[in-house]
């Protein structure tokens, strides 16, 4: 139970972020995800970096789209619409250019910023309609 709240706890520090704060945290791994194979080479900071990016959004997309789920499903669901999106940017990058890791990173970036102005956008017509 104290589990469950603690997740609750993050995800809503994650969602309710006035500051962009968790925003600049996953652009922040996409630039260590795109520096990490020329200067360190390092699967264990590449692995990490890349798990951060994909918790943030897809807490950012839970949270979007599935508010009423209970939070594992939310998560996963999260998750699932998180792929959906990286999959459909990575082909229309894939399509227009050649992916080679600064297409990569771009479409990275992309998805990072449609995440968080989802959210945004979201929290923004939550807090109208609760007043």
Known sequence: MKRASRFEN??????????????????????IIYLNPTFTGSPAIGATASLIFFSI?????????????IL??????????????LGSIGWVTLIIYNL????L???LCVLAILCSSINRLK????SRNHQ
């Open 10 to 31: 993050v995800e809503k520090t994650i969602t309710q972020d006035k500051n962009l704060l968790f925003t600049f945290t996953s652009l922040t791994m996409i630039l």
């Open 57 to 69: 959004n897809a807490v950012f997309l839970g949270k979007t789209f599935f508010e009423g789920e």
């Open 72 to 85: 594992f499903i939310r998560f996963t669901l999260g998750i699932l619409m998180f792929l959906l999106f």
């Open 100 to 103: 080679d890791l600064l297409n």
């Open 105 to 107: 990173s771009v479409a």
């Open 123 to 126: 929290n923004k017509v939550s």
